[in-house]
Structures are given as C-alpha cells and as structure tokens.
C-alpha cells in the first residue's frame, strides 16, 4: 500500500479510496476475500477513522466491498449492469452480449389456465390456456434469477418440445413462430427474498432482490409474454439511459417511479 498525499488537493478520503482499489487490483482481490479492518487502515495509511470509513463507505456504494456486521469488511461480487429495463431483451441476450455464460434450469414448463390477472395483462380470455416457463437463470456458474414466462398457447403450442436449458425464448419465438417482440412495458421494484425463492437462488431469506415485470408485444401489438423475475440484488443492477428534451420536455418515453405507500399509485416522472 501506498502512501497519501497530504499535499494534494484531493480530499484523504478520496485519495485513500483510490489507493484501496489499486491495491485490490495489485493483489487480486476476488469476491469473498477480506479487506483489512479500520484500525489496520488507520496505521497503515496514518489518517484518522472518519477518513477510513469515508473511504470505505465510498466503496461499499460502489459495490466494490460489503461490510456484515459481525464478521468483518469483505471484497464483493461485483454487479452485472443489465439493459432488461430499457431495451427489449431477454437476460440470454444480455449475458451473452458481454460475453458470459447462461444455463437455465427448467423447473416447469407446462400448460395452465390463465387466472383473470394473467388473462388481462395477456388480452385473453379467463381461464385460457397459457403455457408457463420457470426457469432458474444460471451466470457464469452461479444463480442469478429465477424467471416466471406466461406464453399464451395458441400463439407457439411447440414450445412444450423445446429444451430450454440453452435457447433464448426470445429466438425461438421469432424463429420457429415468426413472432417478433417489438415492444412492451416493464418496472422495477425492490422486494425481499421469501424462503422459497432464497432457497433457490442461494441468499438469506429476506436478502433484497429486484424484481423485474414485463409485458410484451408483437408487431400488431399482440401481448406476446407475460414474465416475473427475481434477480440477486447483490448481483444485479438495471441500467437506464435518459435524455431530456428541448425546454425541460421528455426526449423519450419517461421514468417513472411508484411508490408503494398506503395509497398504491403514488408517482413521479423523472
């Protein structure tokens, strides 16, 4: 480690900051391993411990390190900048746009009726038949989400044949059944992990999650898919792009954010 610069005009906190990320990359830091504790930090570098937590909370909001209490200071996973939330692609083509590696376990794929919300959000009739894919998302050999698809069945019956594990919904959609997602609506909200679903994606029950949901049509504007999925918060982050439009106008179609207080609808557009 190096030492600080009490010169320069940089704050210590900051510089402290980037000669901790020189040194996790100096000494190959992976995810798991610790990082040396405050008092360590203090003697090493001769600063103070508001300096040392400055630093380290500046690392831990940049998903460098995590810090649990009770056991220490830790170097973290870090999060996969994901595009779902603003173009319209399935995470098989996002993992594999950056050059990762996705094998889905298929924990269902059958034949359900649709129950009157599912029914709505499809534009068919209660109780049709829809065909449900569940499949848990595994990224470059670890769990990643857990994924819930409605396909109404009279637009791709042949999906019950399809071997999931290694396809992209979307490709054999416009593939084998000519059909061409082109537009939908999808949110974002923060939940926390039920034990089924910790279970399964290998975290804590009531770790946080996102949770992505989409509806999505075809050309006609025919809802084509329905989805649910359940991302590791610790691995994940959706990134948006935004523009702003002459005179403060929206240069695009708008962010919103709903807040879930007692009166559901809560929104701002930013």
């Known amino acids: 480690m190096t030492g600080l610069d009490r010169s320069s005009p940089l704050p210590l906190y900051y510089q402290l900051k980037e000669a901790l990320l020189a040194f996790f990359?100096?000494?190959?830091?992976?995810?798991g391993?610790?990082?040396?504790?405050?008092?360590?930090l203090c003697e090493q570098y001769g600063v103070s411990r508001t300096v040392v937590r400055q630093a380290l909370t500046e690392l831990e909001y940049d998903g460098v390190i995590e810090r649990i209490k009770g056991k220490g200071t830790f170097y973290a996973t870090p999060k996969v900048g994901e595009g779902l939330a603003q173009s319209l692609t399935g995470?098989?083509?996002?993992?594999?746009?950056?050059?990762?590696?996705?094998v889905s376990e298929v924990r269902r794929l059958e034949v359900v009726p649709a129950d009157p919300r599912l029914a709505a959000e499809l534009e068919i009739g209660p109780y049709q038949p829809v065909v449900v894919l569940e499949r848990l998302r595994i990224v470059d050999g670890q769990p990643w989400a857990l994924t819930i698809t409605?396909?109404?069945?009279?637009?791709?019956?042949?999906?019950l044949e399809k071997d999931f594990s290694h396809e992209s919904?979307?490709?054999?959609?416009?593939?084998?059944?000519?059909i061409r997602l082109a537009r939908g609506h999808r949110s974002i909200e923060a939940a926390l992990a039920t034990k089924s679903v910790a279970e399964?994606?290998?975290v804590a029950t009531g770790s946080p999650l996102l949770v992505l949901r989409s509806v999505s049509?075809?050309?006609?504007?025919?809802?084509?898919e329905s989805f649910v999925a359940f991302h590791r918060g610790d691995r994940s982050r959706f990134e948006v792009d935004l523009?702003?439009?002459?005179?403060?106008?929206?240069?695009?179609?708008?962010?919103?954010?709903?807040?879930?207080?007692?009166?559901?609808?809560?929104?701002?557009?930013?």
């Not at 990359?25 to 995810?31: A, I, K, R, S």
């Not at 409605?150 to 999906?159: E, Q």
């Not at 919904?169 to 000519?178: S, T």
């Not at 049509?217 to 084509?224: C, F, N, Q, S, T």
């Open 25 to 31: 990359q100096q000494q190959g830091f992976t995810p």
């Open 33 to 40: 391993d610790r990082v040396p504790g405050d008092f360590e």
């Open 91 to 102: 995470l098989y083509e996002d993992v594999a746009a950056r050059g990762g590696d996705l």
């Open 150 to 159: 409605h396909v109404p069945f009279d637009l791709a019956p042949g999906l």
């Open 169 to 178: 919904l979307y490709a054999v959609l416009e593939g084998e059944f000519g």
């Open 200 to 202: 399964l994606l290998g």
């Open 217 to 224: 049509r075809d050309e006609a504007g025919r809802p084509v």
């Open 243 to 270: 523009t702003r439009g002459p005179n403060g106008g929206a240069g695009a179609a708008p962010l919103v954010i709903v807040t879930d207080s007692s009166a559901r609808g809560d929104a701002a557009l930013v």
